[in-house]
């Protein structure tokens, strides 16, 4: 039976509604990301975007996250779990059974407290994983983590899983930094980025540099980049790389 007391989704505007099944369907096809880039193992790692609303709505901030313990192959945009900002899962006509994640409590506190972010991503991805169990940063030392990070991926507090302590350590840590990745201590990375295509892109970017610079560790060190060219390179990425609006035309 359904708790009264929890936000009901068919009562919201349409236009909730509708933001809802977006956000839901982006990130189920997310989640393929974390396989297709070898991220995750079994049902470990998740993705959760939060759901944008039209300003002024007067419906309640709300997140879409994976369930809790669900194969990768089983995911549909219909089990993804939408939550309140307080972690509690809506009514939205969903199976109760379906449980979002445990580390929703984790991102819930993300969302509270960091207005800017609309995606979060955790991995148990290797190589990353292996820098936090040496509770050591990934140093600066390729000229890809300016780009991507805008220097070192910094190492949060060790916490435990269940309640919104992780998400406390992150927000720490990456609150007035310019990485987008956080090496939680002893347990693995955690990645923000504006939605959550943005933070899937950093926990494959994470990656990749953890592993590139553990094996120039392996074959004898690492050289870092002085600060003002990690400035240098952060700000052409940021703002120069790719494809720019021209003429007030995007």
Same mark, same amino acid.
């Given at each position: 039976m359904s708790d009264t007391s929890r936000p009901v989704l068919a009562?919201?505007?349409?236009?909730?509604?509708?933001?809802?099944?977006?956000?839901?369907?982006?990130?189920?096809?997310?989640?393929? %990301?974390?396989? @297709?880039? %070898?991220?995750?193992?079994? &049902?470990?790692?998740?993705?959760?975007?939060?759901?944008r609303l039209e300003s002024g709505s007067d419906a309640p901030e709300l997140f879409v996250i994976k369930p809790s313990g669900v194969s990768y192959d089983e995911l549909t945009p219909e089990s993804m779990v939408v939550c309140t900002l307080d972690g509690t899962k809506i009514d939205d006509g969903t199976p109760d059974r379906l449980t979002p994640s445990s580390d929703t409590?984790?991102?819930?506190?993300v969302y509270r407290h960091m207005d800017d972010v609309g995606g979060v991503v955790?991995?148990?991805?290797?190589?990353?994983?292996?820098?936090?169990?040496?509770? %050591?940063?990934?140093?600066?030392?390729? &000229?890809?983590?300016g780009d991507e990070f805008g220097?070192?991926?910094p190492i949060g507090p060790f916490a435990l899983i269940?309640?919104?302590?992780?998400?406390?350590?992150?927000?720490?840590t990456l609150r007035g930094s310019r990485s987008r990745a956080v090496l939680?201590?002893?347990?693995?990375?955690? &990645?923000?980025?504006s939605d959550a295509k943005d933070a899937v892109k950093a926990?494959?970017?994470?990656?990749?540099?953890? @592993? &590139?610079?553990?094996?120039?560790?392996?074959?004898?060190g690492v050289v870092p980049i002085a600060p003002e060219h990690?400035?240098?390179?952060f700000d052409r990425y940021q703002n120069v790389y790719g494809q720019r609006a021209q003429d007030g035309k995007d």
């Amino acid at each position: 039976m359904s708790d009264t007391s929890r936000p009901v989704l068919a009562q919201m505007p349409a236009a909730v509604q509708a933001e809802v099944a977006a956000t839901r369907e982006r990130v189920a096809r997310l989640h393929a %990301e974390l396989v @297709r880039y %070898e991220l995750v193992i079994w &049902t470990a790692g998740n993705v959760s975007e939060r759901v944008r609303l039209e300003s002024g709505s007067d419906a309640p901030e709300l997140f879409v996250i994976k369930p809790s313990g669900v194969s990768y192959d089983e995911l549909t945009p219909e089990s993804m779990v939408v939550c309140t900002l307080d972690g509690t899962k809506i009514d939205d006509g969903t199976p109760d059974r379906l449980t979002p994640s445990s580390d929703t409590a984790a991102h819930a506190y993300v969302y509270r407290h960091m207005d800017d972010v609309g995606g979060v991503v955790h991995t148990h991805s290797t190589y990353a994983t292996a820098w936090a169990a040496r509770n %050591e940063p990934i140093p600066c030392v390729i &000229t890809m983590m300016g780009d991507e990070f805008g220097g070192e991926i910094p190492i949060g507090p060790f916490a435990l899983i269940g309640d919104d302590s992780i998400g406390q350590g992150i927000v720490e840590t990456l609150r007035g930094s310019r990485s987008r990745a956080v090496l939680m201590a002893n347990h693995g990375p955690f &990645t923000i980025g504006s939605d959550a295509k943005d933070a899937v892109k950093a926990a494959v970017m994470c990656e990749d540099v953890a @592993r &590139t610079v553990h094996i120039a560790h392996q074959l004898g060190g690492v050289v870092p980049i002085a600060p003002e060219h990690i400035d240098s390179l952060f700000d052409r990425y940021q703002n120069v790389y790719g494809q720019r609006a021209q003429d007030g035309k995007d």
